[in-house]
């Protein structure tokens, strides 16, 4: 009995298939990797990379509900604000310069000067001003990803189509009303795209930012574990962030799906006429 | 209702000037419907943005309802021919129609009704829910044109609409159109490059020359105010109507004055 559904769940391209078909393409290469990984490291003496086997139980014994709780929740707490933080300037910012051609004619060389100085390297330069506090890491977090939410809001803005504007302007719709209606919808998948790219960098910050000072949190306990020598909890704690970047990215899809559901639509009809 | 007078629009980029329009002087007057024709590029678009405020001409002045126009008035509405590109794909069918109303601040119940009638009277009577991608080329410029309606101007501007439609698409959102007209009494603006489309829908014909435009010559259309596909278009005088105006246009492309912007035919004495 086939389970031939439009709607997707995981892969788009698994549309179509049955349960069964769809599992074994989301599952099947990291199971398969993981066989491997597991055969290959069997017999391992090597102090670095250690049995998976070992790796798996520390994994157990580190990662009580406990540890979870007084680690993992806070980074995720500090992820979730700046993460949302960078969205919220990095879009209205992103609306006003995009609506304003002068205005972007004079803020791109200064926004692209400052994208590409990477947020790693203005750690102790925050840490100067911000402390070593939650406050830094935030701000870490913001001045990684506020870059691709900006920029992608921007170039959305300014591809807004003209036939669209000018139908627009023509009923009247100016002011804040155009914002709302016209120039942010006009630009959601581009915003989006933005907005996907900076949870990698977001992801990546937040354990960055607690390498250098702090007290809890998953990269926080992860760079204790390799300066402790406790190689087998490093590395459950490097799949548990694996996991982690595996579930919001699924997370985000769902929600984009959602959002976009109109943009998709769209580009289906575009691709089969 | 529409007064246009000595409109002219002149295009400068770097030290090129194009005089798109010279001098376009015209009125139409409450309750008509008026075909614009002329060849192409007499910049019959140019003169519709100007007139919808959406483009500020270099001369002359637009007036709609006694008060001159410096910015999309009030009261008006646009059909573009892009109709795919007019609509907004993040919406349905029904907040397409609404959305102006909206603007205009409509109480809710009264928008409701409108937008109901609207799509009845394009015929598109239970696709409120749809996206416009999902319907055909023909129904999406009726949800334009039910957006129009809807809106209940007192001066429907509609530019080259139907040029992007198939041919019995297009005998049909005429029909339409000229249906809508006589029931609401709205004063219409047609632009299009068809001449037989003009003396079948107008009250009145307005001929431009080739660019820079002027306003060539104008005719009264006096076929019967019951006008159909089959039979009209078969009457003798439809026939002279057009042929006259067929004429006309060719006379405006073969009169293309130097200094014009390069690509017309040269001119013929």
Redesign the interface.
Known sequence: MTDRTDRSEGLESTRGLRIGERVLLVFGLPAALFAIWYAASANSESFYVPPLQRILEAFVDTWTPDRLRADVLPSLARLGAGYLLAALIGIALGLAIGASPSLRAAAEPVLEFFRAVPPPVLVPVIMLFAGIGNGMKIIVIVSGCIWPILLNTVEGVRAT????S??A?????TGP?RLR??LL??A?PQIVAGLRQALSIAIILMVISEMFAASNGLGFTIVQFQRSFAIPEMWSGIILLGLLGFLLSELFRLAERYVLA??H??RD??RRS | MLEVQGLRKVYRSGSREVEALRDLTFTVDAGELVCLVGPSGCGKTTLL?CV???LEPTGGAVRVQGKPVA??P?G???V?Q?YG??L????SVRDNVE??LR??KVPKGRRRELVAEALTAVGLDGTESA?P??LSGGMQQRVAIARAVA?EPAVLLMDEPFAAVDAQTRADLEDLVRALWRRLGVTILFVTHDIDEAVYLGQRVLMLSASPTVVQDQLTVDLPAERDQLHTRADPRFTALRTRVYEQIQVAKGRASPGTAGELSPATP
Do not use: C, H, N
């Open positions: 189509d003209g036939v669209l000018d139908t302007r023509a009923y009247g719709i009303a209606r016209l919808p006009s959601s109109w943009y639509g769209l009809v575009q | 943005r919808a405020g959406l910015g999309p009030p008006m509405a646009v573009f892009e590109r007019s907004f794909p993040w919406m959305l102006p603007q205009k996206y991608w999902q809106y």
